[in-house]
């Protein structure tokens, strides 16, 4: 044997040792790491849920290697505006997320949450859905807990027991305070109550994230009232679905915006979120008054059944809608009426025909009183512009949130943005509008979202952080769901990796269920 073979022999055994095992690896890829950064070429190594390495990594095995093919590879991404307290629990694969590109959740928004947060977080963890889950506490959710829909503001002892809910879901887990303040029973409280309940959080270091007063006529006074909980309370302020509705607000965005940079520039801590559509999504019952919602449905009933009361309703929704500038109620689309399934997707102004009503936006007024006594629906109203879309989506302090919950696939006809925000905007704007680059929006749908929920070891392709990744083609990556197709998925994200596992391969559903739940700051 030459001397040469055993020098060979003797050195084979240090090579094997210095091979590191991992759980997988990604190679060949583009990485944007979410800090804003220009994407460069390279690997990334993940074990026990966790990223090892990344970069050029050579020295490092595993029994499952992507080769990324000069795709995308970034954070996974975080929906920071979801409703997904009932449906995560239907359909734990949330394949509506998880085919968007998004690993993480932030719920209980708009005021509305888990009524208990420990048992929330206790049956995600157990559940273990597809994504993981983090959570709010909501507003309207405590006052009805104490107060139940009454129009009326808190007693001192009232307030103390809301307090300290607030208090309670901070200590279980909540990252913070949400509120709905154009729902019921959050639209009876004034500002002093809110930020009463933002000091509870804030003293948790929680944030305060809110669907405000009004996004149409009175946004202003709207976002200068939840800037004034943020001082007042001292916490960081997210203003949720930030937009302008009503034709006679288009082009406002400019106003509505400088708030938010003006606040900022005084030192206070105040974002947005967009969903990237001209139409909204909430329930029907939005169009009458605040007042006639007032406590339960046969309180609703009943006024809709006096005549002086029923006259005045009306009176102030035609007087709303002409205030909108718009001359009926076209704009206002079925996605979900329980009572008949054959509205859905039908117009206000359709409907009215259907029941052989004159064409007139009084007749159309009480077309929409009928049916919120009937239980209501979910609707899909077409009330912004395009213009503003792009405006708002231009803002550095803007994140990513659908606004949807987990929707049962087939069944009515949702917002499609429940299927397609990340790939709309990562399609649509990005690539082909250009609005923003790819390496701001994905800071935006990661390390923005984690800093401001903080979320800590999530929102960045970085070594220690957890291994929520997604692949994707930039080229390809579309949106495939529409007003009137709603229920399809977006295209375009090859693999999906949440917490280490693989629960997207090949542009296909693994039916892993890998999404833990995640803790606010206060977590005992």
């Known amino acids: 044997m030459t001397k040469n073979l055993l020098l060979l022999i003797a050195l084979i055994p240090a090579c094997v040792a210095a091979q590191t095992s991992v759980d997988l690896i990604i190679r060949n890829g583009k990485v944007i790491d979410g800090t804003g950064n220009s994407w460069f070429y390279g690997d990334v190594a993940v074990k026990g849920g966790k990223i090892v390495a990344i970069g050029k990594i050579n020295n490092y095995t595993a029994p499952k290697v992507i080769d990324a093919k000069r795709q995308i590879v970034a954070p996974g991404f975080i929906d920071v505006h979801g409703h ?26 708009c005021g509305g949450s888990s009524g208990n947060l420990k048992r ?27 107060m139940k829909r009454d129009n009326r503001l808190p007693s001192v002892a009232e307030q103390r027991k809301m307090d300290s809910l607030v208090e309670q879901a901070m200590k279980e887990g909540a990252v913070g305070l949400s509120t709905g303040l154009i729902y019921i029973p959050g639209a009876f409280a004034n500002t002093a109550e809110v930020v009463s309940l933002a000091k509870a959080a804030s003293r948790y270091n929680g944030i305060y994230a809110s669907h405000i007063r009004n996004e149409e006529n009175g946004a202003i006074d709207a ?37 938010i940079e003006q606040a900022r520039k005084e030192g206070w801590d105040v974002t947005i979120d967009q969903y990237p559509y001209t139409a909204s999504s909430t329930n029907l019952g939005v ?5 006639a919602l007032a406590g339960g449905q046969d309180s609703v009933k009943a006024r809709l059944h006096n005549a002086v009361t029923r006259a005045q309703i009306k009176k102030e929704m035609l007087e709303q809608l002409h205030s909108y500038k718009f001359k009926n109620y076209s704009y206002a689309v ?18 009215n025909k259907l029941m ?32 503003d879309v792009k405006y708002i989506m231009k803002y550095p302090f803007c994140m990513a949130g659908a606004d949807a919950g987990v929707p049962v696939p087939g069944k009515g006809m949702p917002h499609p943005r429940g299927y397609g925000t990340n790939a709309r905007i990562l399609g649509r704007y990005v690539r082909d509008a250009k609005v923003i680059s790819l390496e701001e929006a994905i800071r ?12 800590k070891d999530r929102g960045l392709l970085k070594e220690g952080m957890a291994a929520d990744i997604v692949i994707f083609d930039e080229a390809t990556v579309t949106d495939k769901a529409t007003f009137e197709q709603p229920h399809q998925y977006s295209v375009g994200f090859q693999y999906v990796v949440v917490n280490g596992k693989l629960v997207v391969e090949d542009g296909k559903h693994t039916k892993t269920r890998s999404g833990i739940a995640l803790y606010g700051p206060a977590k005992l």
Do not use: C
């Open 84 to 109: 997904i307290e009932s449906g995560i629990f239907d359909q734990p694969t949330a394949d509506n997320y998880i085919l968007d590109g998004v690993t993480t959740v932030v719920t209980g928004n």
């Open 120 to 146: 929330f977080f206790y049956r995600i963890d157990s559940l273990h859905p597809s994504i993981n889950v983090a959570s709010l506490v909501g507003h309207n959710t405590v006052r009805e807990q104490i």
């Open 223 to 259: 976002i200068n009232e939840a800037i004034q909980v943020g001082k007042e309370a001292n916490i960081p302020v997210q203003i949720s679905h930030f937009k302008i509705g009503g034709k006679g607000n288009w082009g406002k965005s400019h106003i509505t915006l400088g708030l």
């Open 287 to 291: 169009r009458l008054p605040e007042w």
């Open 334 to 351: 079925v996605a979900n009426y329980s009572t008949d399934s054959s509205y859905n997707g039908k117009s206000i102004t359709e409907i």
């Open 356 to 387: 052989g009503r004159k064409g007139k936006a009084s007749y159309e007024a009480e077309t929409i009183m009928d049916m919120v006594e009937k239980g209501g629906a979910q609707m899909v109203y077409h009330s912004m512009n395009e213009d």
């Open 444 to 455: 935006r749908m990661t390390s923005l979202a984690a800093q401001k929920f903080q979320l």
